[in-house]
């Protein structure tokens, strides 16, 4: 209460103090602006007095590095630094493709090592049972059929193994593999649209089209966009002569625009070059048709410049104060960076960043191609799924191994499988104590070594890949999910500086730092977690 009666006492007291100020001052705007500053100071908020460090990531990441010393308070400074760069990194186009592409490809690498691990760890385990079964019954043989597509590509090759070892898997770890795979392939038509997106980022109308809505260079949109295109390339390609001053061309090309597309920012744009030329009646026409479009705060700010060179301040504030209400960062800030301009200062519009990377997503959309590889991938995996839930009874008689002593066995060997997978040997020696006294102490003798020799081969690969033995029996979703989570962290750092910006050296740093940590983390708990089962005798 007492500072809001501070505030109002204040521009109370302020045309008393200002009595011999020129007439042409603009009151209105200077009491708006000065309440303004003083609800910043109030609210806590210090204004960014290096204007040209707003909204430029490569700025504050040289002032974060050139700032940065090992005191606390310095460290702080340059952190700060660094989370603006960070920032505005993100609000670019680049930035989100660069991001996009981090994430989609450690997505799509460690769902295909995951599978690949998963393959390679059932391998070692059922292959035993491929040959028994193929021994047993040379009729088998006709599934490795399964494994010719693999001699296309990699991946189908990939596929279909994992097809071959869904049949030694359970309903619920069956079900589980199928859906990777699925996801899989469907990773692999993302992966060919992001390399489209990647081809399209790189254009010359692309990057036209970014430099010049992010102030950072005119030309490339001078040279390289057309005037007929989109509308992205349209504007984009107008924008470039108004900030080169050259009014005469982009009042035609804004004008040719505005007969094709009812976005307001046309008009604003027309009103701006209007205002310099010194157009005013005309600019006024085109803020206000710009209005009628839908509210803008470059247009409300624009016209409240306009008021006030005709010292309408009454007007002048109504439209300022508007302006503010819709857009009061973009406001203050601009006010901020041209408040020694002698002359008036008007707003123009450019494309939003969201829209920057729109263009790009719309015109890798138009020419994307799945690539054949993929294509041959997506049918097998429809074909691998309609076998499997075809071929469940005919692929019968499976062999399993005794979790004892190791044997391999099916019921062509054995009249019927007893509990819990035993062999016939160690169920009566280990279970119905049927057996001579002398067989019963060699088997306890052989599965004690058994086992022995298990633990040991377990613990050394519990170190290997993060649930590589997990997926081998029946802590399978567990595995799986250490797997995937370790090599999504452990890619995501690799390729964090790989997709990183030469211009913008250690600006992934919060991605590459973090997912390293992460990665280890992950696989420090994997193969403690494991490694404490093995010993135990629970895997």
Partial sequence: MIKRSFIILFLFLLPLVQTNTALSEDYGLQYVSTYLSLKELSSGIKAEKDNALLQNEMLYLKRAKQSFRP????????????????????????????????????????????????????????????????????????????????????????????????????????????????????????????????????????????????DRSNIPAITGLKEGGQFDEGFSHALSLLKEKKTGEAIRLYASLSERYRDPRIDVNLGYLYALAGKTERAEESFQRALEKTE???????????????????????????????????????????????????????????????????????QYRPSRETLYSSAFSVFAILFIALSGKLYKHRAIKCPKCGKIHCIRCERHFYWNGLCGSCYSSLVSFQAEPSERIKVILKTYSYSRRQRLIKGVFSFFIPGFILMQGERFIRGLSHCLIFFFFLFAAVLGREFEPLYLSGIHGWIVYPCIFMAFLVYAYSAVYTFKRVRKGWL
């Fill in 71 to 214: 005191e606390f308070k310095r460290a702080i400074e340059s952190t700060g630094y660094y989370l603006r760069a960070v920032y505005h990194y993100i609000k670019s186009p680049s930035g989100r493709v660069n991001i996009l592409m981090v994430v989609f490809f450690s997505l799509c690498l460690s769902l295909f090592l995951t599978l690949f691990s998963l393959v390679l760890s059932r391998t070692v385990r059922d292959l035993p049972l491929f040959v028994h079964e193929i021994s047993e019954s040379p009729v088998k043989l006709l599934f490795i059929v399964l494994l010719i597509p693999g001699l296309i590509d990699l991946r189908l090759m990939l596929l279909s193994l994992s097809v071959l070892l869904c049949f030694h898997m359970g309903d619920r770890q069956r079900r589980l593999t199928l859906l990777m795979m699925v996801i899989l392939v469907i990773g692999f038509f993302f992966y060919d649209f992001l390399k489209v997106s990647v081809n399209v980022k790189t254009t010359l109308p692309a990057k036209a089209i970014e430099l010049v809505n992010t």
């Fill in 296 to 366: 803008s705060a470059s247009a409300y700010y624009n016209l409240s410049m306009l008021y006030s060179e005709r010292l309408d301040f009454k007007g002048a504030d109504e439209f300022f104060l508007k302006a503010v209400k819709l857009d009061f960062p973009r406001v203050t800030a601009f006010r901020e960076k041209n408040k020694q301009s002698p002359k008036a200062t008007f707003m123009y519009d450019q494309l939003k960043a969201q829209e920057v990377f729109s263009y790009i997503l719309q015109r890798a959309a138009r």
